[in-house]
Nanobody, 122 residues
Framework: QVQLVESGGGLVEAGGSLRLSCAASGRTFSSYGMGWFRQAPGKEREFVASITRNSESTLYANTLKGRFTISRDNAKNTVYLQMNTLKPEDTAVYYC???????????????WGQGTQVTVSS
């Protein structure tokens, strides 16, 4: 089993940057694909980005490509989401997730963190 704890959220002005972190417990972090999802008030949870076990491949939501970057450090059991040029519409709770594969479908992920709030002011 994997426990995930997100951090790094907060309030930022439009155009600013934030770096989210997701720390995983356990010694099998490198065996999991990792993903980031987000959920805005009144909206469904949506895919943000994913990364394979050894960082060979990444996948992004088309609308976020170029502004967001996912990375991981298996030695630190941590996955990151660098978010640049933030917009008010990026305001949401951001969740990290772990699963056997890295996909855009949230149903492929077995473990989820509690989420971290990101608020972008205009």
């Amino acid at each position: 089993q994997v426990q995930l704890v997100e951090s790094g959220g907060g309030l930022v002005e439009a155009g600013g940057s934030l770096r989210l972190s997701c720390a995983a417990s356990g010694r099998t972090f490198s065996s999991y694909g990792m993903g980031w999802f987000r959920q805005a008030p009144g909206k469904e949870r949506e895919f943000v980005a994913s990364i394979t076990r050894n960082s060979e491949s990444t996948l992004y939501a088309n609308t976020l490509k170029g502004r967001f970057t996912i990375s991981r450090d298996n030695a630190k059991n941590t996955v990151y989401l660098q978010m640049n040029t933030l917009k008010p519409e990026d305001t949401a709770v951001y969740y990290c997730a772990a699963g056997p594969y890295s996909r855009s479908d949230s149903r492929m992920y077995a473990y989820w963190g509690q989420g971290t709030q990101v608020t972008v002011s205009s």
